[in-house]
């Protein structure tokens, strides 16, 4: 590679077409998508930094991806693991009016857009493989990884990266990364038990059209029938969650019934169909309360996350506000 030809391929916007894939790859490693954007801007910084020391032994993509795994593994040392609600306790009953202990914002694995992470273009089969890897579940699992085996996993079952290219990027050797692999393996075989939520079909989209409508109208008894009985219903950053349709119904006509009146607008978050959840502001209008995230398996709707973190629906593109 020539002087001129590194130049051009260190510039801003030459770097920059590679923030979307490295997004991706720094929320499996983090669970976080705002950690995710601090990490890949530390990187992009770190690479304007070390433009000069860049030689073109390897591909610039390459070394984008070693410098943002050494910043992943700057942030996670010494940290405790992002978990879901359902991992700290027991479900709560559906009587339940104390949400449970407020947790801070890195005690969570926390939700992503789509359009931030997932490929714009390409082969149907490529962008269905990335969006199985952001899954919510697949995300909780890979946080009880060590940092060094998460990265392992993630480079060589997710982005397919080749032993040697991965062990080239971590500094050691092919029979280590294949050791680490099948250590990581083992272990993702043991708490990655939950079924894995489906592609959204036409058929879903007929389950979410009537969805929104008996959320929008808080018909609850209708919105029970789209739940799988054994659905699951989460709140971060409450530890709080429910088990059953039944459950969940009776919750929301009880101390959920704040909920009533709210207007839902769609978007997609961990390959899964969301929305952004808004309550009746007194002041008029709607304002924005949650991001629901739904994990659909079969002909009915698996889970139900609410995120309760209004800064999200800026980093989902959604509105601060709605007008009456």
């Given amino acids: 590679m020539t002087v001129s030809d590194r ?8 770097l920059d077409q590679h923030r979307r894939e490295l997004t991706g790859y720094c929320y499996r490693m983090l669970g976080s998508g705002f950690e ?3 990490a ?6 770190r690479a304007w930094r070390a433009a000069d020391s860049f030689e073109g032994r390897s591909s610039v993509r390459s070394w984008l991806y070693r410098i943002a795994t050494n910043v992943c593994l700057d942030m996670l040392r010494g940290r405790d693991r992002r978990a879901r609600p359902m991992e700290l306790g027991p479900a709560s009953p559906p009587e339940e009016r104390f949400l449970g202990e407020l947790l801070p914002e890195h005690a969570w694995v926390s939700p992503i857009a789509d359009v931030r992470v997932l490929p714009e273009h390409g082969d149907p089969a490529d962008v269905a493989a990335a969006r199985e890897g952001i899954r919510l579940a697949f995300v909780t699992a890979l946080q009880h990884l060590p940092a060094r085996q998460r990265a392992v996993l993630i480079l060589c079952e997710v982005l397919r990266w080749q032993a040697n290219e991965v062990a080239e990027l971590l500094d050691t050797s092919v029979a280590a990364v ?5 250590r990581a393996r083992g272990t993702l075989a043991d708490v990655h038990a939950e079924s894995r939520p489906q592609a959204v ?3 879903h989209q007929e389950l979410l059209s009537r969805y929104v409508e008996a959320f929008e109208r808080y018909d609850v008894s209708t919105l029970v029938t789209l739940l799988h009985d054994d659905a699951i219903q989460s709140m971060p950053p409450f530890a709080m969650w429910i088990k059953g349709s039944e459950n969940i119904g009776r919750w929301l006509l009880g101390p959920g019934s704040g909920c009533r009146g709210s207007v839902l607008l769609p978007t997609t978050a961990n390959g899964c169909p969301a929305f952004g959840q ?5 002041a008029g209008g709607h304002t924005p309360w949650a991001l629901q995230v739904l994990e659909i398996s079969g002909p009915r709707i698996a889970g139900f996350h609410a995120f309760l973190d209004t800064n999200l629906f800026a980093a989902f593109g959604l509105p601060t506000h709605l007008p009456a």
Avoid: G, H, I, K
């Fill in 178 to 182: 294949n050791s680490a692999l099948q």
């Fill in 201 to 203: 079909s036409a058929e």
């Fill in 278 to 282: 808004y309550r009746v502001d007194p």
């Fill in 7 to 14: 130049a051009v391929s260190l510039a801003p916007d030459a």
């Fill in 40 to 45: 890949v801007q530390e990187t992009m910084v």
């Fill in 36 to 38: 995710a954007d601090d």
